[in-house]
């Protein structure tokens, strides 16, 4: 699979997946239609899937413009009600065929109580959508902590070298955040480091790995004894640790 990835909105990603042998092309959430169009015009690749997370209006707003007879949109069944266009509906432990490749999905609650996740075991690719962020986790306006660390917990098993695909830039302020969560980590020094460059020169610090995350991301490390010290909690469950984490960051 190749993808193309490519800023739109004020911070949003979008991503196309391209499969060369079948020329299937997915977009990943289509969070304006003429981003997307100028994507495929960029790559020369036709569009032939679209695949929802969650029914925000920067993830769905260029899905009624896009969506035609030669396109599949995929979505979650919970959220059926909520993104008009879905094709086919799915949820946890469902896959789809794209590309001659599976699609594995998660229901991932917590940002959104419909949003799922999908993962390419064979290309090694996870799109989280507004889950997942690098060094970050989506707000939690129709979930609980509890909801976000079993979907968190569900993207930090798969293999570390996995790239994760998220919804949004955030990466520098979640990184100043981060080294506050969790002051004595070195390889999150270093990151915030490299992030700092890579922003102040317009580079995309997208698509992060799973690996990345297990040692830098205090939301994936709220299990860990070093967050939840920093967090004034010894000993308290990753639940608690990453509701009072999501919380300083909320003002942060
Ligand atoms: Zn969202
Ligand atoms: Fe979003």
New binding site residues.
Partial sequence: METHLFRCLSD?YGVLVHDPDSGETASI?V?EEAAVRKALADTGWTLTHIFIT?H?A??IGGLAALKGPDVTVIGPRKDEARIPGLDILVHEGDSVVFGGERVMVFETPG?TSGHVTYWMPESGLVFA??TLFAMGC?RLFEGTPADMWASLSKIAALPPQTKVFC??EYTLSNARFAVTADPTNAALKARLAEVEKKTAAGIPTVPTTVGEELATNPFVRANTPEVAAAMGMPGASPEKVLAEVRARKDSF
């Fill in positions: 949003n959430d969070p969650h925000h920067d993830h940002h959508g507004d989506g919804g949004h």
